[in-house]
T-cell receptor, first 112, second 116 residues
Framework: ELKVEQNPLFLSMQEGKNYTIYCNYS?????LYWYRQDPGKSLESLFV?????AVKQEGRLMASLDTKARLSTLHITAAVHDLSATYFC????????????FGKGTLLTVNP | KAGVTQTPRYLIKTRGQQVTLSCSPI?????VSWYQQTPGQGLQFLFE???????NKGNFPGRFSGRQFSNSRSEMNVSTLELGDSALYLC???????????????FGPGTRLLVL
């Protein structure tokens, strides 16, 4: 059974700084997703990583996937307050494209 | 294009009652999945429907059930509600095509259920 672990679970950053969120998973996952959730809101899809070495970037966020290490990272560059949210990574489990297993999420707070 | 919609958005029920939640997927999306989100357990997969058939199921008791209609709209039902069923229930839809990007799930705003 797929297990997904994120760390850190809580991250307080200053604006302008860089940081990385790590997502480890226990067994083979065909793809890795990153989602963002604002308080009281639903999940917004950020990235889908399909293969080893995949790298995706959108604005100040960059996600990568290393399937051999079973590790995905979400790198934040020059953080701004608007990035404050909870970030989840998820993999597909049980050979299904649609059964996602989520990490516990990383609550990111960006302070001025 | 309209996103995933869920109704109702908020619901208060008492123990022992049953509840039905509704989800309308993005137009053209044929797969609908349901997740439960709680502070303690996080996001957990309930089930997934495609072409009116349950294709995947999570580890939830039989009190949790669902169905999908021919227009891809889906409902989930929870019978004999327990306090622990209080949660945000999220519905997600995807194209269910042949390319990996078409498997991305897009989430609705959720239904917040409080069981008293």
């Amino acid at each position: 059974e797929l297990k997904v672990e994120q760390n850190p679970l809580f991250l307080s950053m200053q604006e302008g700084k860089n940081y990385t969120i790590y997502c480890n998973y226990s067994t083979t996952s065909d793809r890795l997703y990153w989602y963002r959730q604002d308080p009281g809101k639903s999940l917004e899809s950020l990235f889908v990583l399909l293969s080893n070495g995949a790298v995706k970037q959108e604005g100040r966020l960059m996600a990568s996937l290393d399937t051999k290490a079973r590790l995905s990272t979400l790198h934040i560059t020059a953080a701004v307050h608007d990035l404050s949210a909870t970030y989840f990574c998820a993999g597909n489990s049980g050979g299904s494209n649609y059964k996602l297993t989520f990490g516990k999420g990383t609550l990111l707070t960006v302070n001025p | 294009k309209a996103g995933v919609t869920q109704t109702p958005r908020y619901l208060i029920k008492t123990r022992g009652q049953q509840v039905t939640l509704s989800c309308s997927p993005i137009s053209g999306h044929r797969s609908v999945s349901w997740y439960q989100q709680t502070p303690g357990q996080g996001l957990q997969f309930l089930f997934e429907y495609f072409s009116e058939t349950q294709r995947n199921k999570g580890n939830f008791p039989g009190r949790f059930s669902g169905r999908q209609f021919s227009n891809s709209r889906s409902e989930m039902n929870v019978s004999t509600l327990e306090l622990g069923d209080s949660a945000l229930y999220l519905c997600a839809s995807s194209l269910s095509g042949t390319s990996g990007y078409q498997w991305t799930q897009y989430f609705g705003p959720g239904t917040r259920l409080l069981v008293l």
